[in-house]
């Protein structure tokens, strides 16, 4: 089955700087990667994803970048604000596409100092 | 919240009595899940559906097992809870395509 690492675990970044959390996914069949934020006590929540048809992606202030060849991914966060901070998990489809689930990483948890 | 309830939001129940978590949604998602979340593990998954009555095990799907009778509702049994299913528990549900799963609120489980 499909195996996600995550680095860091943790990451403290000053506020304004950029955040830069990377994945890395054992299946090559796997097609579809997304990035969930948790906040303490709350759901998971989908910030954005990518397909494995395209490289990149931006949303405002994040973007993923999908390296297929060397099979990991990352997500930016710039100009960081203290709503960034949170748990972040990344997540890959593995050859079902998604629909028999994804499998995650263990998370890392973005701190950001003011 | 992409209309998906769980509940109970919190349980405690002792060791050996059996435990049913209700997932239900409003979306007429095709396919469900659930996850449990514990610390240093992220969320793995225990059991997901396809369909009405069609379901298949998860990573970690001992001790478990689920129910769909309807589209809207998907149920979790802990056929005798043991202390090792103390965790959070996430429903998610996704859609047709490629599957965006989104999340319910979670429920707390401690098994005494």
């Known amino acids: 089955g499909e195996n996600v690492e995550q680095h860091p675990s943790t990451l403290s970044v000053q506020e304004g700087d950029s955040a830069v959390i990377k994945c890395t996914y054992s299946?090559?069949?796997?097609?579809?990667f997304p990035w969930y934020k948790q906040e303490l006590g709350k759901r998971p929540q989908l910030i954005i994803d990518?397909?494995?048809?395209?490289g990149e992606k931006k949303d405002q202030r994040i973007a993923v970048t999908l390296n297929k060849t060397a099979k990991h991914f990352s997500l930016h966060i710039t100009e960081t604000q203290p709503e960034d901070s949170a748990v972040y998990f990344c997540?890959?489809?593995?050859?079902?596409?998604?629909?028999?689930?994804?499998?995650f990483g263990k998370g890392t948890h973005l701190i950001i100092q003011p | 919240d992409a209309g998906i309830t769980q509940s109970p939001r919190h349980k405690v129940t002792e060791t050996g009595t059996p435990v049913t978590l209700r997932c239900h949604q409003t979306?007429?998602?095709?396919?469900m899940y659930w996850y449990r979340q514990d610390p240093g593990h992220g969320l793995r998954l225990i059991h997901y559906?396809?369909?009405?009555?069609?379901?298949d095990k998860g990573e970690v799907s001992d001790g478990y097992s689920v129910s769909r009778s309807k589209t809207e509702d998907f149920l979790l049994t802990l056929e005798s809870a043991t202390s090792s299913q103390t965790s959070v528990y996430f429903c998610?549900?996704?859609?047709?395509?490629?599957?965006?799963?989104?999340f319910g609120q979670g429920t707390r489980l401690t098994v005494v």
């Open positions: 997540a890959a489809s593995g050859s079902g596409g998604g629909a028999d689930g994804l499998t």
């Open positions: 299946d090559s069949a796997s097609n579809y």
């Open positions: 990518i397909r494995s048809n395209v």
């Open positions: 979306e007429n998602h095709r396919y």
């Open positions: 559906s396809y369909g009405v009555k069609d379901t």
């Open positions: 998610a549900a996704g859609g047709q395509v490629v599957t965006e799963a989104f």
